[in-house]
């Protein structure tokens, strides 16, 4: 009997999927250790590194964590699921805001991949072979080691390649070469009938171009083959601190830095950070100290803002400063948590009405929150993004043509978050999507927001890419056995497009 069955008959939860899936531990226990698959022992050390998820506020406990190290642990462990009727879902990097790598609930049969990542640099055509379970900082300390090459992703090393390339992957590269899954040329997958399959622009294309927005809803990828980029030789990174004391201060500035993004240059890559008490533009800039100086001087004389950082370095100096410092190359185990509560947008530029309501919810609501709160917008698209160049419905990822990408996130340094905390940062982005149609905004998957309903949520990530992303599902996974509370779910739609 699984060690909680007891505990969740005592909360009245027998007869709840959640609690026949505890029903279930013994009969999938057998078939996983009948098949060879390797499997935590519940409360050992590998136990409570595979089942802890960064964010400490949703830490829901599995049924069992298979420590998958071969293609054939993951293929045998999703036949015993399916076998035994549990849901399934790969864990990579643990790093979804709402602990989708744990389901996103009780009960379900996690594959931890992380000990799976190998990274081989083609140095002839420049293809990268990562395993499913690579974390960003180990792919891009590989890549570099391997041939000086690189591919775009997001800034925590912690991160895992599988959640990020499969649903976006944004950092401070994407204007300059776009999202991690722009780079995605291939990739093997073990499907729900435990079949492993490759896909690709001309093997299994419309799994490939599922995969590139909504893979967890898929299967469970094995290896991801990229392209990659010659890395420059130097960049540099900065920090540009903005002082607007006021609403009306504010207000201007804002508004200066979404016109700029409109059409700043290609080699500029920026974000407005917003916290309690400090306020930044910073980002990475293709180029030398001189060129980021001439790309920032007329946004500067709008803002006020003073250049105090601008640091030219390499690749990996860039790599390591904003992924705060800690170590690049991170593997199996991974310590770092937080407790929060955090949801997303994407919006066009605001007009004068939002922009006012933007800065009003700032400056009266949002600051009245003592705890470690922040908002961070990119500048996602414009004229010269390379998220925006491709058309909306070439990958799964729906909202390229998005100027604005803003992540809101309340933490708690220590203790447990408050049950009433969310409502901060929640109202602060329906304050802002009040006045518009919803076709007109939108949410990103690897910055879920763990209280959406499913229909919302589907909605809300995959916006106009949903109808095709449900047929493709009802394809390759009918009974939904990759399931988790805001995926795609099968439906009977006829697929469009
Ligand atoms: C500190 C921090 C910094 C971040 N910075 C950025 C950033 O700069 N830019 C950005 O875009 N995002 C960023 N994110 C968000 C991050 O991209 C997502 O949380 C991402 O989904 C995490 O992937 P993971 O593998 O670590 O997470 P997991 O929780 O392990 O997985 C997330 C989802 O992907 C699925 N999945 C994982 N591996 C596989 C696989 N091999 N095959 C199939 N499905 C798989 C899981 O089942 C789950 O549904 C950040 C998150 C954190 C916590
Ligand atoms: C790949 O190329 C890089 C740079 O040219 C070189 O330093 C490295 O040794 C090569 N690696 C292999 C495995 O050939
Ligand atoms: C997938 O493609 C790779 C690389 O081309 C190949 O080595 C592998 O055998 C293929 N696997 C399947 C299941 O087709
Ligand atoms: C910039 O500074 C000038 C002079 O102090 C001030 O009038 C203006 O409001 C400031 N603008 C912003 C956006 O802070
Ligand atoms: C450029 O990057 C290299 C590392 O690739 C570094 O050694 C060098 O100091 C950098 N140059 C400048 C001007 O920072
Ligand atoms: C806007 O924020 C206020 C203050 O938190 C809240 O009371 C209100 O419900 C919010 N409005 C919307 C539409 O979310
Ligand atoms: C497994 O599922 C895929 C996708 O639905 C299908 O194409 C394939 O035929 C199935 N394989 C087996 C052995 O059933
Ligand atoms: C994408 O959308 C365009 C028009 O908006 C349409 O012509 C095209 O067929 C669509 N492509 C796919 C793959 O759905």
């Not at 462990?77 to 399934?88: D, I, L």
């Not at 299994?204 to 030789?233: C, H, Q, Y």
């Not at 010269?384 to 990822?397: E, G, R």
């Amino acid at each position: 009997m699984h060690p909680l069955a007891p505990f969740l008959a005592l909360l009245g939860l027998a007869g709840t999927s959640h609690a026949s899936a505890f029903d279930q531990a013994d009969t999938l226990a057998d078939c996983l250790t009948k098949a060879g698959v390797p499997v935590d022992e519940f409360e050992s050390p590998d136990y409570k590194l595979d089942a802890t998820p960064f964010n400490l506020r949703l830490n829901y406990t599995p049924v069992a964590v298979v420590a998958a190290t071969t293609v054939k642990h993951i293929q045998d462990a999703v036949a015993c699921a399916r076998e035994v009727g549990v849901k399934a879902n790969a864990k990579c990097g643990g790093h979804s805001y709402a602990s989708f790598g744990l389901g996103g609930e009780d009960g379900h049969l996690i594959i931890e991949m992380s000990r799976m990542n190998k990274v081989v640099l083609d140095n002839t055509t420049g293809i990268a072979t990562a395993e499913g379970g690579t974390r960003l900082g180990h792919l891009a300390s590989e890549l570099y080691s391997q041939g000086k090459r690189a591919i775009s992703h997001g800034t925590c090393p912690g991160v895992g390649v599988g959640g990020h390339a499969l649903h976006g992957g944004y950092g401070v590269s994407s204007h300059t070469h776009g999202l991690s899954l722009d780079w995605l040329v291939g990739a093997t997958i073990v499907l729900a009938n435990s079949t492993l399959v490759n896909c690709s622009e001309t093997e299994n294309a419309d799994l490939f171009w599922a995969l590139r927005g909504a893979g967890g809803s898929m299967g469970i990828v094995t290896e991801f083959r990229f392209k990659t980029f010659e890395v420059p030789e130097n960049l540099t990174y900065f920090v540009a601190p903005v002082q607007w004391p006021t609403e009306a201060r504010a207000l201007v500035g804002v508004q200066a830095v979404q016109e700029f993004a409109e059409t700043m240059p290609a080699e500029l890559n920026m974000r407005l950070f917003i916290a309690r008490r400090f306020v930044n533009l910073e980002g990475l800039y293709y180029g030398d100290k001189e060129g980021l100086q001439a790309a920032l001087a007329p946004l500067i004389k709008k803002t006020n803002a003073t250049l105090a950082l601008a640091k030219t370095g390499g690749w990996l100096d860039q790599v390591k400063y904003f992924g705060g410092g800690s170590a690049i190359d991170q593997g199996h185990g991974y310590e770092d948590h937080e407790t929060f509560y955090s949801t997303s947008l994407y919006t066009k530029a605001l007009d004068e009405t939002q922009l006012q309501t933007f800065v009003s919810y700032w400056f009266n609501q949002a600051k009245s929150n003592t705890r470690d709160w922040y908002v961070q917008i990119d500048l996602h698209g414009g004229e010269n993004s390379a998220v925006s160049k491709p058309a909306a419905n070439s990958t799964a990822y729906a909202h390229r043509d998005y100027l604005l990408m803003y992540l809101l996130y309340d933490r708690v340094d220590k203790g447990i978050y408050p049950a009433d905390g969310h409502t901060y940062m929640e109202n602060f982005a329906s304050n802002v999507t009040e006045s518009m149609a919803k076709s007109d905004w939108g949410r990103y998957i690897n910055y879920p927001d763990s209280r959406l309903s499913q229909e919302d949520a589907q909605g809300n990530y995959w916006g106009g890419n949903l109808a095709r992303l449900q047929g493709i599902k009802k394809d390759v996974d009918p009974e939904d056995l990759f399931h988790y509370p805001q995926g795609i779910l099968p439906t009977v739609e006829s697929r469009s497009g």
